[in-house]
Structure formats: C-alpha cells, structure tokens
C-alpha cells in the first residue's frame, strides 16, 4: 500500500509567526472550493476548540454531501504544524485509510516559506486509484488553494502591524 503525496510551496510577506499564527486557525470554508471532482468544504462542526492544540479535532462537512475528521497530530510553533485526516465518506470512504496534512514555515529574505504536504494513505487495493487522483486532481487543485492562504497571511500580517 504506496501512500500518494503531494506537496506546494509559495512564499508568504509575512514573518514565521505570523504565517503559523494566521494559517493554522484559517477558515477551511474560505479556501477550499469545489473544483471538478473534489467537493468544496462548506462547514466546520464539532471543533474541540482553537485549532492550535495537539488533539483538537473537528469535522469538515463537504458539499458532496460527506465529511471528513481533522485531527491535529504535531504543533511546533513557528515552524510546523500537521493533522490527520480520518472518517472519510463518499468516493474517499472507499478509497482511502486516512491522510496527513503537514505546514512548514521557514524564513527567508521576503518572509516566510511556506510548505504544504498532503498524503494519502490508500485502502487495499485502491494505490493506483488514489496516486491517480492525487496526481491529477488534487496536486493540481492545492496550487490553486494556497496562494489565496498565502495572501491572506499577507493581509492580516499587514492589519496587526498597522
């Protein structure tokens, strides 16, 4: 069972801090649209409070109709943050085991790296399916969702400092 990852990078005008402090916490149903296949994120239910803490949990309820359970794995303050993701439904239900997302913050001359890694854990027989569809759906579509983060980082970074 080969897991499928997918990772982008874009640089933040914005220190580490500021770029953990902002993007951890960020509303998921303000960057996460539908996109082809994938379903939108359209509500968050069940938070065990700020996203911030190892072992807060929360449920994304998608516009297909499923949902999916993010619990946050690692917090390392300012530089990494991750969360696994379980209890999927629909297509994913079927496919996949579960997944993890990881957050890298590095510094650099403009400000902040920030790196966004995505593995899929297969179910049995469902490697080919799911490196498919990391491959060309979901590489694809996380180039799309993180430079509206990244400039939302931006603007709020610029709002404290004002």
Do not use: C
């Not at 402090?21 to 700020?50: C, H, N, W």
């Not at 079927?94 to 997944?99: D, E, P, R, T």
């Amino acid at each position: 069972m080969a897991s499928a990852s997918a990772t982008v990078e874009g640089v933040a005008l914005a220190m580490p801090k500021e770029s953990f402090e902002i993007s951890g916490p960020i509303d998921p149903t303000l960057f996460y649209p539908k996109a082809g296949p994938l379903p939108a994120v359209i509500e968050v239910r069940d938070q065990t409070g700020p996203w911030d803490a190892v072992g807060r949990t929360r449920t994304l309820m998608l516009s297909d109709g499923g949902s999916v359970v993010e619990t946050i794995a690692v917090v390392d303050s300012p530089r990494y943050f991750s969360y696994n993701l379980s209890d999927f439904q629909k297509l994913f239900g079927m496919l996949v085991a579960g997944a993890t997302a990881q957050w890298r913050y590095d510094r650099v001359a403009t400000g902040t790296r920030v790196t966004w890694t995505y593995t899929f854990h297969p179910k049995p027989g469902a490697s080919l399916i799911v490196a498919g569809i990391v491959r060309f759906f979901w590489a694809p579509y996380m180039k799309r969702v993180l430079p509206p983060i990244l400039r939302e980082i931006e603007r709020l970074s610029t709002m404290k400092r004002a």
